[in-house]
């Protein structure tokens, strides 16, 4: 969990835990200003989710250079490994972002925004 601030908050938007980078933060504070807009609050146990996903998408970034790599080596055991492990790592994405119902935030976003 993430540790909180000393200072009090300008915003409602949760602090992004200290182990990702500037890159991940900024996702993870694109997504709870999404949520916020959808429904003005982002729960704790939410902001963990939020994280997770995060996390996932730049593990999915990773996995998918190693695999870009491995291609030009024409490394076949390394592929079909990474390729297994790109799978796992999509389908947990997607398994929390259905949780989060990110897909509908992102259309109600969308409409919002017309």
Excluded: Y
């Amino acid at each position: 969990m993430a540790k909180r601030p000393a200072k009090p908050q300008k915003t409602g938007i949760p602090p992004a835990p200290a182990w990702m980078n500037p890159a991940q933060k900024r996702a993870f504070s694109d997504l709870c200003t999404l949520k916020m807009g959808w429904d003005r609050v982002v729960l704790d146990s939410e902001a963990e989710l939020f994280a997770d996903f995060v996390c996932h998408r730049a593990r999915l970034d990773g996995l998918r250079k190693l695999m870009r790599r491995a291609l030009r080596a024409k490394d076949d055991a390394l592929v079909l490994s990474l390729n297994t492990a790109i799978n796992t790592t999509v389908d947990k994405a997607q398994r929390l972002a259905d949780r989060l119902g990110l897909a509908r935030m992102e259309a109600a976003a969308m409409e919002h925004a017309r």
